[in-house]
Each structure stands twice: as structure tokens, then as C-alpha cells.
């Protein structure tokens, strides 16, 4: 049985640093996408996410897997501007893609909101056709990732749909056609 996975949404970034042209998702399907949220200021991102990304841009090929990060800032904002970003990336070397997230009104940044982030670090991985396989909080063991990320590339597009490398259950149906995993509850699509 296949399981249900949303297409991601599109990312809303206000500046772009190590890309001579904005990313889009769409530009980027064929593709397994990772995307690494982080905050320059979140030890555990700068200990552990932003390195995990770099290696990941180093494993897998450039064909196959495009790794990006996200720069999503919800606190100290007057210290995490895009000229100290620039800084930092340089300092510590970083050549992947990174997005900064686009401010929101209500404090969580647009992009951050919309992949309902609960924090930082944080990653997200997209299978070829730009649907969400995975978002996790919090630190992710080098393993795990690389095997979720070679599940991805592995797949063919035209087969159908398998369980998130990482998710030990496997989602059933209810009764009604309806469904609830740890995914979410899922409703029938000829409800909508």
C-alpha cells in the first residue's frame, strides 16, 4: 500500500548566498532535496547540521541529491542579519545553497512556518517529484540520514510510493477510508 506525502511547499527566501540565481523546488525535481534549517547562533547547528549538510553535499552526487540550507531565524534577530550570515558562511566555509528565510509578522519566518519547523536545527528531505519523505527536528545521526537519502535517490519516480526509511510503522486505514499516522490524519480524497 503507498502512503500519502504532500508536495512540498515552494520556499520563500528574501536572499540567496552561494547561488548565482535563486533555487526554486520545481527547478530541482528529478532530484532528492535536502534541506537543512538552521540558525547561525543554535550550537547544535552549528556543531552538528551545518556539518552533516556540508558532508552530504560531498557523498552524494550533484546530479542526484541538491542540498540546501535555510537560514529561518525566530530569535535574536538584530544579531543574525544577512551581512553577518555572509560572514559566518565564509569563516566556516559553506559552498551549498543558502536561503534566508523570509520574516513573517508573526515572528516565525514564512518558509519556516509553512513546513511547520519546530525549531532548529531541522531537516526536510524531498523525493524527486518535490513531495516531503521526511522532516525531522533536532539532531539526525549521520546513518540514518545518508541511508534515507540513498532510499531516495535509489527510488525509481514510476514505482510506487514506500514508508519513510526512518518511520518503523507502516500507516493503515481506517474503517471509513480515512487515516491517521504519524504523519498526520489523512482524509479521503473524495471528501475534499
Sequence with gaps: MS??????????????LNTDAPLTLASLRGRVVVLHAFQMLCPACVSH???????????????DVAVIGLHTVFEHHDVMTPAA???FVHEYRYTFPIGIDKPSRGGIPVTMGEYQLQGT????LLDKQGRIRLSH???????????????????EVA??????????????????????D???CHVRSDRK
Design 3 to 16: 502512503k500519502y506525502y504532500p508536495e512540498a511547499p515552494e520556499l520563500q527566501i528574501g536572499q540567496w
Design 49 to 63: 547540521g551545518l556539518p552533516q549538510a556540508s558532508k552530504a553535499r560531498q557523498v552524494f552526487a550533484a546530479r
Design 85 to 87: 550570515l555572509e560572514a
Design 121 to 124: 536545527p531541522s531537516i526536510v
Design 137 to 155: 527536528f533536532g539532531v539526525l545521526e549521520d546513518m540514518a540520514l545518508g541511508a534515507a537519502i540513498g532510499q531516495l535517490v535509489a527510488e
Design 159 to 180: 514505482i510506487p510510493l514506500i514508508a519513510d526509511p526512518l518511520d518503523e510503522t507502516a500507516a493503515s486505514p481506517s474503517a471509513g477510508g480515512d487515516r491517521c
Design 182 to 184: 504519524e504523519g498526520g
